[in-house]
């Protein structure tokens, strides 16, 4: 499982280190791909796996079934975490997400996510402002 909120740098590389406490959640190998928001979604392959089968069911006539296949897919990358609990971030990704040298690193219970500072500022103060009317039209589903 994975939660909190966790601050790391990326190397002159593109190489970021994960949480201490993920890493055996990881060793298996991960994929990383683009988020729905500025973000990066980082899968362990027992997450990834069922989800790309779903996904993959979804009917290929249905345009927005295709989106959703094409920014998963398209811009996923497999990876394993080197010795010092690092992964490589493409180039591509690091654009997408507006990463440079910090990223915020947010447990989201079976994937992570990977955003830059500001995004994850805009992420919080969305969450402040509209969290409560958000939990209380979503408390009906569970």
């Not at 990383?32 to 979804?58: I, K, N």
Request: proline fraction near 5%; aromatic fraction near 6%.
């Amino acid at each position: 499982m994975f939660l909190g909120r966790h601050q790391h740098n990326l190397d002159d590389k593109g190489r970021l280190a994960l949480p201490a406490k993920y890493r055996d959640q990881l060793q298996d190998g991960v994929v990383l791909t683009r988020g729905f928001d500025a973000c990066l979604l980082v899968y362990p392959m027992a997450a990834w796996t069922p989800l790309a089968e779903r996904v993959s069911q979804l009917s290929i006539g249905d345009p927005d079934a295709r989106t959703l296949r094409r920014m998963l897919f398209a811009n996923a990358t497999d990876a394993q975490l080197d010795r010092q609990g690092r992964i490589l971030v493409p180039g591509d990704l690091r654009g997408h997400a507006g990463l440079d040298r910090e990223a915020i690193v947010v447990g989201m219970h079976t994937f992570i996510e990977i955003w830059s500072p500001e995004g994850w500022t805009a992420q919080s103060e969305k969450v402040e402002r509209d969290g409560p009317s958000i939990a209380e039209r979503l408390a009906t589903l569970v």
